[in-house]
């Protein structure tokens, strides 16, 4: 067995709506079963015996050792705690070849679990030492450094609750709610409205302290200090006890409580510097810790912190006690847990010595061992929830402190007996302002109530009803998608919305150009949804990215689907009848909003079933009106849109809207069926999006089908009195649209310029020439640049294949270099002729095309 290609899947895909990793695996013979492989099963399960049970996937159907390295992968992750359920493994056509697919939550896991899979396949296989454990803690580390922390999660996953979609723009804490325009960010628990200005007064705790005071806020007298001198003066200014503590701190860095001699200030001072520069002493208030936590205007929760502890029982060492409560699957050793391990360290050995006890020290029955001053979450404390016991007073001076700063979420730090009376009445204060504030203690206390303090976080970015979504229409089809995709940006811009779409020849934002080339993979789907410029996005989705990467987006409001032809790619990535093509193209039908529409062609069968994996609504659109399906559809009272007596019509029930095909410049009146067809797909899509029809007609009229908007689909120019027609057509179906379009012009002697695509299959560059010897005269064959796999002349060898016996063409000619053929096409041209131009090379094909059509002398007699 060898895995010879991983890929990560990380959008819906072919398989699954979830993230998953997809591994290419050969399988010698013997390993198509793994009952021909005795005693493997056994040695398996002995290295792990977690994998649970292995099913055939299928009637009938054997295990092969690829099912094995999916059970294997699944299981690995399970184990290792990651949220995980979808495998699936599939043979191709090739004998032996499998494709194995298992969901992933982080890509990094999910790739180690299938790389150690294998090692434990084959070490089953080689009867070797295999050892899980060790593998699985390696996974569950790994894992935890990589997710979303606890604080960053509870914000995401409130916002998917909401539907607000949302994608990770580091591998820290920086996050993304929404798209586009409406886009949001979230670093940690702070808001992209939050100023740098006010987090840096957050961390000036004497400044914080100050302005305060100003505004009224009972707080613990102090200031900076320079020496321990200076420390030891304001703590007899002050009063002792008092605490010292880092001026810039957090997370309870270098904070000591509690002091009421010199000795003991003076080593609080050594530890505070060195974490800062600038060390503070203040009056040590008596009582408990409490976390409030303020999001905008409101208190949403408060928890009592208690210093990290252990409870003697008479038997165990104060280190054993300790390595005890670390045992609690909740402790962790980083933020990614509820709790945090306690750390037994220099600073907890100085604090337990003032008690008189040491690490090996046996504490008595029931006596309590306190192993730090400060009760932080994040040095080993535990947290009990008294968000409702918090008395009104006391939340209001909480509020009123985060406004005084200007934070937008800000974690409170208060001193006090207790929450149930204000805070003057005891004595109490506010220590501290927190900006980007820990919210494990809320989202996990260790004791009372859970609070779901994301949701009022994201309540604060997103008013209520919001989303954070912007219309995204998804097209794909074997043919006339990018030309779909241009209408439909044009529909909203027309509109005065700002557009961002991708497709094969770049990546346009508010009609300009920002990227170029083949842009309709998920990648460049991603980075139209991060511009903050974009109000609406239309995205052609090619096969090539689906099945390299999955989709650029959890789901889309309208679907369209132009059509599924042959000669889509057949024979790639295990793609090789039309109906593997339809399964693939359906992707985007398949995750559309359930408020949402997919738009298909009724005339293509292979499309007009899709409507059934659609968890929306459909619109079906035709030439046909009778069409059998349209014909049901609207009996249903459902939506259609068709051709009728010179007009585009949208039916739906007894409602019509209707738009002259001569009033749509890229139909030519109508006489180009296949640009019909793509204004239909374009004004269903722009139907199913609310767009006003006076705004459909405007943009549909102001569409023209030139080499600036729409370059190689159909862009006719004029040389010399001959017609000149550029396209980037390159399968048999589009050969077919392209000869019932030319059929409907006028021309005398009609010549073709064509090469073909090596990466297609022999009988599809054959069917190309084929179906043009029927239509023209003259057919001049030319090389690709690039052969994509193939050797010099073959592809020309199919080429010239595909015109034996052709009914029409006289004249066959084969050249070497793209505008080599178009100079050779455009020499024989008269005026009156027309000439169609395959071209390979769009953009330099097309400036080729047009300086050559602006040359203004005469053609001259006998150029033929």
């Not at 993304?176 to 325009?181: D, I, T, Y």
């Not at 459909?618 to 849109?641: E, N």
Request: hydrophobic share 40%; net charge negative.
């Amino acid at each position: 067995m060898q895995i010879t290609r991983i890929r990560a899947l990380r959008g819906p895909n072919l398989w699954t709506r979830s993230t998953a990793i997809e591994a290419i695996v050969q399988c010698a013979p013997e390993e198509h079963d793994i009952s021909r492989l005795p005693g493997f099963e056994d040695r398996l399960r002995a290295r792990f015996p977690q994998i649970g049970a292995l099913q055939p996937q299928g009637a009938d159907q054997s295990l092969s050792l690829a099912d094995m390295l999916e059970s294997a992968a699944l299981a690995l992750q399970a184990q290792a705690g990651c949220p995980v359920t979808f495998s699936r493994t599939h043979e191709t056509v090739e004998p032996g070849t499998y494709q194995v697919v298992v969901e992933y939550t982080e890509e990094s896991v999910g790739r180690l679990a299938m790389e150690r899979a294998e090692a434990l396949v084959q070490a089953a296989l080689a009867d070797a030492p295999f050892d899980a454990q060790p593998v699985i803690a390696e996974l569950r580390e790994l894992d935890e450094d990589d997710r979303i922390g606890p604080s960053t999660g509870s914000i995401v996953d409130a916002a998917v609750a909401r539907g607000i979609p949302f994608r990770r723009l580091t591998s820290g804490s920086l996050v993304q709610l929404g798209w586009g325009a409406k886009a949001r960010r979230i670093q940690a628990a702070e808001l992209d409205v939050t100023s740098a200005v006010a987090e840096s007064i957050a961390q000036d705790k004497d400044l914080t302290k100050r302005l305060l005071h100003a505004a009224g806020v009972p707080v613990p007298m102090g200031r900076p200090v320079t020496d321990v001198d200076d420390a030891w003066a304001v703590a007899e200014e002050v009063g002792l006890p008092v605490v010292v503590k880092p001026q810039d701190g957090n997370q309870g860095k270098g904070v000591t409580v509690n002091i009421s001699t010199r000795a003991q200030l003076q080593a609080a001072f050594a530890t505070a510097k060195s974490f800062s520069d600038e060390v503070m002493v203040e009056r040590f208030l008596p009582g408990n810790d409490f976390r409030l936590l303020v999001v905008g205007h409101q208190l949403v929760a408060a928890a009592r912190r208690d210093p990290p502890q252990v409870l003697g029982d008479g038997q165990h060492s104060v280190r054993e006690l300790v390595e005890l409560v670390n045992q609690d699957p909740r402790r962790g050793s980083g933020h990614g847990t509820a709790l945090t391990k306690i750390r037994l360290d220099d600073i907890a050995i100085a604090r337990i010595a003032g008690e008189g006890l040491t690490p090996d020290s046996v504490p008595a029955q029931g006596q309590r061992v306190v192993l730090r001053n400060n009760a932080n979450l994040s040095t080993g404390g535990s947290a009990t929830d008294v968000t409702d016991d918090v008395h009104p007073e006391i939340a209001a001076r909480a509020i009123e402190a985060a406004q005084t700063i200007g934070l937008h979420i800000c974690g409170v730090d208060v001193i006090c007996e207790s929450m149930l009376k204000p805070l003057e009445e005891q004595g109490g204060g506010i220590v501290e302002v927190n900006a980007a504030p820990g919210l494990r203690m809320h989202l996990a206390p260790s004791f009372g109530r859970a609070r779901n303090v994301g949701v009022p976080m994201v309540d604060e970015l997103f008013a209520p009803g919001e989303d954070g979504r912007i219309p995204l229409v998804a097209v794909t089809g074997t043919n006339g998608k990018t030309t779909t995709t241009r209408l439909i940006g044009q529909l909203f811009a027309a509109h005065g919305l700002r557009v961002g779409m991708t497709n094969t020849d770049g990546v346009y934002v508010h009609g300009r150009q920002i990227d170029s080339g083949d842009c309709s993979g998920p990648k460049s789907a991603r980075n139209v949804l991060f511009h903050p410029e974009v109000d609406a996005a239309v995205l052609e989705c090619a096969r090539g990215g689906i099945l390299r990467e999955g989709l650029g987006f959890d789901r889309c409001q309208v679907a369209v689907v132009t059509n599924v032809g042959a000669g889509d790619h057949l024979g790639l990535n295990y793609i090789t009848t039309v109906e593997d093509v339809a399964v693939l193209k359906r992707v985007i039908v398949q995750n559309v909003a359930a408020d949402g529409y997919a738009v298909l062609n009724a005339a293509d069968p292979h499309v007009a079933v899709m409507a059934g994996n659609c968890a929306g609504k459909v619109i079906f659109f035709a030439a046909d009106r009778h069409h059998p399906v349209m014909a049901t559809h609207r009996a249903q009272g459902s939506r259609v849109v068709y051709v009728d007596e010179g007009h585009v019509v949208a039916a739906e029930g007894s409602w019509r809207e209707s738009i002259a095909l001569r009033d749509i410049p890229i139909t030519r009146g109508g006489t180009i069926g296949f640009q019909v067809e793509n204004v239909m797909a374009a004004v269903a899509a722009a139907w199913a999006c609310n767009l006003p029809w006076q705004t459909i007609r405007r943009g549909l009229a102001g569409f023209v089908n030139d080499s600036d908007n729409a370059p190689g689909r159909f862009n006719v120019m004029d040389y010399r009195g001959a017609t000149v027609i550029a396209d980037y057509g390159h399968n048999p179906d589009a050969m077919r649209a392209l000869v019932q379009a030319v059929q409907a012009m006028p021309g005398q002697r009609r010549s073709v310029v064509i090469s073909g695509a090596g990466d297609r299959r022999d009988e599809d560059i054959s069917e190309q020439t084929q179906i043009l010897g029927a239509a023209f005269d003259d057919v001049v064959l030319y090389q690709d640049a690039c052969q994509r796999g193939r050797e010099d002349g073959e592809v020309l060898a199919l080429l010239q294949k595909g015109l034996q016996g052709a009914a029409r063409t006289r004249y066959v000619t084969e050249i070497h270099g793209e505008f080599v053929a178009i100079d050779h096409a455009l020499a024989r041209l008269q005026p009156g002729d027309l000439c169609l131009v395959l071209v390979d090379q769009v953009e330099e094909a097309l400036a080729h095309l047009a300086a050559r059509c602006a040359e203004t002398s005469p053609v001259t007699a006998g150029a033929a």
